[in-house]
């Protein structure tokens, strides 16, 4: 089983700055993508970045140049770094993970963002 751990939600105003965590473990055997995805109440959840193994990344283009994704593998992880946030990226967020070998998706809990003055 992979367990998933997301951090560094929080309360911000428009216009300022998170950045999210999200930590891997357990029994990861292959290469694997990673990705953050949203929901707002009432709202399906919906992608909002994602990395491959081989750290090519895509963007939802809501949130183009003002989200960077990144990982380290060395420790499982992923991040992704939030700036010029607005009302509308309120929503819990979600980090994803996806063995390559044996495809699946596991979730972790999630982390309240909230962006209001």
């Known amino acids: 089983q992979v367990q998933v751990v997301e951090s560094g939600g929080g309360l911000v105003q428009p216009g300022g700055s998170l950045r999210l965590s999200c930590a891997a473990s357990?029994?990861?055997?292959?290469?694997?993508?990673m990705g953050w995805y949203r929901q707002a109440p009432g709202k399906q959840r919906k992608l909002v970045a994602a990395i491959t193994s081989v750290c090519i990344t895509n963007y939802a283009d809501s949130v183009k140049c003002r989200f960077t994704i990144s990982r380290d593998n060395a420790k499982n992880t992923v991040y992704m770094k939030m700036n010029s946030l607005k009302p509308e990226d309120t929503a819990v967020y979600y980090c994803n993970v996806r063995p390559l070998v044996t495809p699946r998706n596991y979730w972790g809990q999630g982390t309240q963002v909230t962006v209001s003055s």
């Open positions: 357990g029994s990861i055997f292959s290469r694997y993508d």
